[in-house]
């Protein structure tokens, strides 16, 4: 039976963090401020946002709500994000994508400063990425899955990972912060050759491939540590789930992230994090 890597303990832990610097920084008579650029009423930007506006107030971040029309034009969509970027009381950006097609979502993506971008979308804080660099922040949801394994002491140097996913989002930043610190990494995606060959091989194993249930027992041995960060809805079993069977998978491995539970339970908490941060800077 696998140890649960749950996020709620992780999420409190970086809750304290932002709530210190919060308060440090209303001392200075700024309050860190999220602004979030939705367009239209995807449900899943919808419960993101909300979930994301909950995070922030508790912590003491302020968030304000920016909502355009699917069919907004793309002067008035471009017009109102230059005025964020603008705004010196707005210290974070968080824009929903993807955009709909009248909108250049590469163009909207690398006009975010990335001063403000705290989820790590532009080119600018993927290079830092990359680059092992302090340059702006990595993307919330690949952070978060570093987090998890940092805060239950999972050793990384030396160890042998396979990243299932190769997205800008989770896939790619999530390898090069594993590779940072000492990992071997090999990253796996739909034109992999025997996926589970590779997989079993790995001491730590993360997936965010987004194919709900596809890491099966044929993917995993003993001894492995499992970070699960895909989650969608299972019209099958009626419930959420994630990219790991987890009735198959969890009697096999050593430890394993739930989903929900897990990552998504820190991925709001770095977001407010990161706006504190960056409201710090802004004011020394």
């Known amino acids: 039976m696998a140890t649960l890597l749950k996020g709620a303990p992780v999420a409190a832990a970086i809750n304290e963090k932002t709530k210190r610097i919060v308060e440090d920084v209303k001392a200075s008579g700024v309050t860190p401020t999220l602004a979030i650029l939705r367009v239209g009423d995807r449900s899943d930007d919808v419960a993101y946002e909300r979930g994301a506006g909950k995070r922030c107030a508790s912590v003491g971040v302020a968030v304000r709500n920016v909502i355009l029309p699917e069919d907004v034009d793309s002067d008035i969509f471009f017009s109102a994000l230059q005025k964020l970027n603008e705004d010196d009381n707005v210290h974070g950006i968080l824009l929903f994508c993807p955009l709909p097609k009248q909108l250049d979502e590469k163009k909207a993506r690398q006009m975010i400063r990335p001063e403000k971008d705290v989820d790590g979308c532009t080119d600018a804080s993927l290079t830092g990425v990359f680059t092992n660099k302090n340059v702006?922040?990595?993307?919330?949801?690949?952070?978060?899955?570093?987090?998890?394994?940092?805060?239950?002491?999972?050793?990384?140097?030396?160890?042998?990972?396979?990243?299932?996913?190769?997205?800008?989002?989770?896939g790619r930043p999530v390898s090069m912060m594993l590779m940072s610190e000492n990992a071997t990494v090999t990253i796996c995606h739909t034109r992999t050759e025997d996926i589970s060959a590779i997989t079993r091989q790995a001491d730590i194993l993360v997936t965010c491939s987004g194919q709900l249930e596809s890491v099966t027992a044929d993917y995993v041995r003993e001894g492995q540590v499992v970070i699960d960060v895909g989650i969608g809805w299972s019209e099958k079993k009626g419930k959420l789930c994630g990219d790991v069977d987890f009735d198959a998978v969890e009697p096999i491995v050593d430890a394993l992230s739930p989903v929900p539970g897990g990552v998504g339970a820190v991925t709001t908490s770095l977001l407010a994090l990161h706006v504190a941060q960056t409201a710090g800077n802004h004011c020394e």
Do not use: N, W
């Not at 570093?146 to 805060?151: A, D, P, R, S, V």
């Not at 239950?152 to 042998?160: E, F, L, N, Q």
């Open 136 to 170: 702006g922040f990595p993307p919330c949801t690949a952070q978060a899955a570093m987090e998890i394994l940092h805060f239950y002491g999972i050793d990384i140097s030396g160890k042998r990972a396979a990243v299932i996913g190769r997205s800008l989002v989770v």
